[in-house]
């Protein structure tokens, strides 16, 4: 059973397009990070949101953490051949020895097209 | 660049194998994570090091070991391989023990092929 469920799971646009990617879980979370992985690299952390309501801009990037701290949501604006990519949001859960540790979710393919 | 490396970058060996896999951290990282990427279960946190101490451990098969070193890199075993096995394995670092808002770096990962 995944822990953070993202949606969805593959989407191809066109550039100049917006889009929104959400995770979502059942667990509250003290944090959750989003990354992005291209093929043959490791995850690359984007943002990090802490607080409950928080929302973050990365330049066309859009972060919102849920008020329960329960989900998240990624926007694009104006997409670019250069967002494709597969988008990760990992939560981070406190609880005593499992300390910083990361559930990530599955990943949203992200493909947009010239 | 993360600044942490992994090798080796490709590996493939049989069955029944044992295998050892490197990670060096950032400059300055305490903390070593271990991860499994496959295509069916997507990125799983397998363990992580603190200081050279066991830290938090996650979905780790008793198959799997592992270890940090005074220098701070660490190592990741695999033994008695199954086809199962074949994953990308990546190792993240992070400044501090883990804290939930503390960012983690991560390598460029193995890609481990098991025939």
């Known amino acids: 059973t995944q822990l953070l469920e993202q949606s969805p799971q593959f989407l191809s646009i066109q550039e100049g397009e917006n889009l929104t990617v959400y995770c979502n879980s059942s667990s509250v979370f003290s944090s959750l990070q989003w990354y992005r992985q291209e093929p043959g690299e490791g995850p690359v952390l984007l943002v990090t949101?802490?607080?409950?309501?928080e929302v973050k801009k990365l330049k066309r990037l859009t972060f919102q953490f849920g008020d329960a701290r329960k989900d998240s949501s990624l926007h694009i604006t104006a997409a670019q051949t250069g967002d494709t990519g597969l988008y990760l949001c990992a939560g981070a859960e406190y609880r005593g020895s499992t300390l910083g540790r990361l559930y990530f979710g599955r990943g949203t393919q992200l493909t947009v097209w010239p | 660049d993360s600044g942490v490396t992994q090798t080796p970058k490709h590996l493939i060996t049989a069955t029944g194998q044992r295998v050892t896999l490197r990670c060096s951290p950032r400059?300055?990282?305490?903390?070593v994570y271990w991860y499994q990427q496959s295509l069916d279960q997507g990125l799983q946190f397998l363990i992580q090091y603190y200081n050279g101490e066991e830290r938090a451990k996650g979905n780790i098969l008793e198959r799997f070991s592992a270890q940090q070193f005074p220098d701070l890199h660490s190592e990741l075993n695999l033994s008695s391989l199954e086809l199962g096995d074949s994953a990308l394995y990546f190792c993240?670092?992070?400044?501090?023990?883990?804290?939930?808002?503390?960012?983690?770096?991560f390598g460029d990962g193995t890609r481990l092929s098991i025939l």
């Open positions: 949101v802490v607080t409950g309501g």
């Open positions: 400059s300055g990282d305490l903390s």
């Open positions: 993240a670092s992070s400044v501090g023990p883990g804290y939930s808002n503390q960012p983690q770096h």
